[in-house]
């Protein structure tokens, strides 16, 4: 899992977060807390980008990153794992079935 802002004030929201113990200093890097179900770490890239990416992630992220848009999320249902299923919604879960066939 990899999610990225970008923008001016992320290092705004970046310290709220450290100042909140939202994330919190281990050994293995800065641990985001608010993702319960996978260990989330947040990578602060200058002042222009905040990553939160799962300890497992292998790979780049496609870059479209685009100022004409409020949110892009790109989910690719063959990589959930069967026991993540159980957090999404079942109706989600019978769509990407659907997809998927």
């Known amino acids: 899992m990899s999610i990225k802002f970008y923008g001016k004030g992320v290092d705004k929201l970046y310290r709220y977060w450290r ?28 002042g222009n980008e905040l ?25 690719n249902p063959h990589q959930i794992p069967d026991s993540l299923l159980k957090y999404v919604p079942k109706r989600f879960e019978l769509l990407s079935k659907k997809l998927l066939l």
């Open 51 to 75: 990553s939160l990416q799962s300890g497992n992630f292998e790979g780049n992220p496609t870059n479209q990153k685009s100022d004409a848009c409020i949110l892009y999320a790109s989910l």
């Open 19 to 46: 100042d909140s113990s939202v994330i919190q200093n281990t050994e293995q890097g800065e641990l985001f807390t608010s993702i319960p179900f996978v260990k989330t770490y947040a990578l602060i890239n200058g």
